[in-house]
């Protein structure tokens, strides 16, 4: 076999996909393959796909026809693969299809495809019922979790430490100062709009300390910020025995040398116990950002999404949170037409969201989603309401994000250094903006890096974004904390 194979890596979906994206690229980097950019024509293109709603699924439907199209093998992975298996090969003959179980063994799996030995597609299974505990029972079972069980390998024959990538295949595929860090996988909540649960199983920890290693050995490439990742954060540790897994996991990666800042993504509210909160507002290092996943605002329709809360509740929490720091960020989603939304209760959500002085808001249409129990609810809204409910919330949203921001102005904020522009102009992010997510901070400074984290005062809002003037109470040749 030619050691010269090599795969084009097709990542779509959110932050955790990105995360199994690289665990994919390390295994294939470790097994021989050469990964070339997408426009270089490749002996395989591997399409990491997103099963999460229609929109995503149609984007990798066409994301894997156009892989097609351009020659080579085609291979789809990740989410849709998992959940739709033979179903999905059977109506893409253009495209093999692996599930998360042949991540373990993707050098076999692709040489397989360049050697023209079809893949036999999986059979979709609920996945919640196949994951033990024990990572022992995970790797006898055959079952593989991405991301997870390589702390049992991370000593030698003979004892000796290894270095963080010879223990967890992971190859960094963007670069820059900021990486995402994934805690678990899985969910074991039952939401009734959610299929997730069904594909991506049962909800699984990650040992804290395979998580502080990874951390040092993101900090030794260059990260200096980590985005920790998971269908539901508050969850961290419940499966180890630990409710405040979490509490105490995040001071020791706010600990590790050349990390400045350690960010949490989707807190389910219900399960935001105030020692979360004062470890998020109160440890440096971890950013007061809080990612809630409040879905919507009325305790009734939230009853029938099998989830907890009302807009009192959660008015309530945003009110603790800023009573400890005023300036922490606060995003959120909202699912607007879910099944017998009634004008009242849509009216609930928009008074929250008037109150509630977010500054990132998703809004997302309800659509049926396979495998669901809300799929089966009687009064579904009709298309048209739910369009034009989603299109008032949007416009709303977009108002109440700029209103956020103008209050900003005069504020002093840390801003991370991501992308250098022209004419003193930098892009980053301060610290109540996540990556790709919410919105940015344009600054205007001198001799600074990528990598910099700066001192600044916010001069200017437009929509969502900051403008800001790098500070100048710094030290001569001080181009930023590092």
Excluded at 56 to 61: L, P
Excluded at 83 to 112: C, H, N
């Amino acid at each position: 076999m030619s050691s010269r194979r090599t795969v084009s890596l097709v990542t779509l979906g959110c932050a955790r996909n990105e995360v199994d994206s690289e665990e994919l690229a390390g295994r294939l980097s470790a097994g021989g393959w050469e990964l070339v950019d997408g426009d270089a024509k490749a002996d395989v293109t591997l399409v990491n796909t997103c099963g999460f709603i229609d929109a995503a699924k149609q984007d990798s439907i066409e994301s894997l026809l156009e892989a097609a199209e351009n020659g080579g093998k085609v291979v789809a992975a990740g989410c849709m693969a998992e959940r739709y298996g033979s179903e999905l090969a059977d109506a893409l003959p253009e495209a093999q299809v692996i599930g998360f179980d042949d991540y373990a063994a993707i050098t076999d799996r692709l040489d397989d495809v360049v050697e023209g030995r079809p893949l036999v597609p999986h059979t979709p299974r609920d996945r919640r019922t196949l994951l033990p505990i024990s990572p022992v029972e995970r790797d006898a079972s055959r079952v593989h979790v991405p991301g997870h069980g390589a702390f049992a390998e991370s000593t030698g024959a003979d004892g000796t430490e290894l270095p963080y990538r010879a223990a967890i295949p992971r190859r960094r595929l963007t670069g820059g100062p900021v990486a995402n860090l994934k805690i678990a996988s899985g969910c074991d909540r039952r939401c009734t709009f959610c299929a997730i649960p069904t594909f991506r199983g049962a909800y699984i920890s990650r040992h804290p300390d395979e998580i502080v290693r990874e951390a040092e050995w993101l900090a030794s490439e260059g990260v200096r910020e980590v985005f920790l990742v998971s269908e539901n954060s508050t969850s961290y540790g419940k499966d180890l025995g630990d409710v405040r897994a979490l509490e105490r996991l995040l001071p020791r990666l706010a600990a590790v040398e050349g990390l400045d800042r350690v960010r949490v993504s989707y807190l389910q509210p219900a399960e935001v116990r105030p020692g979360l909160v004062d470890v998020l507002t109160g440890t440096p290092g971890v950013v007061p950002y809080f990612d809630l996943s409040f879905q919507h605002a009325s305790g009734t329709l939230l009853r029938r999404m099998r989830r907890f809360g009302d807009r009192e509740r959660f008015l309530e929490l945003l009110d603790t949170v800023r009573s400890r720091v005023p300036e922490a960020g606060a995003r959120s989603n909202f699912i607007v037409g879910f099944p017998g939304e009634t004008e009242a209760e849509f009216e609930d959500l928009v008074s929250f969201l008037e109150s509630a002085r977010l500054d990132a808001i998703g809004v997302f249409g309800y659509s049926d989603e396979d495998g669901t129990e809300a799929k089966g609810h009687a009064d579904k809204v009709p298309e048209e309401v739910v369009a034009e409910r989603v299109d008032r919330l949007n416009r709303l949203a977009e108002e109440l994000m700029a209103q956020r921001a103008e209050e900003r102005l005069g504020d002093e904020v840390t801003v991370l250094v991501e992308t250098v522009l022209e004419d003193g102009a930098y892009e980053g992010r301060s610290e109540h903006q996540a990556p790709e997510v919410d919105g940015s901070t344009i600054l205007y400074g001198e001799d600074l890096a990528v990598g910099d984290l700066v001192r600044a005062t916010v001069v200017q809002a437009i929509g969502a974004d900051l403008v800001a003037e790098q500070d100048e109470d710094r030290p001569d040749g001080e181009a930023g904390e590092r």
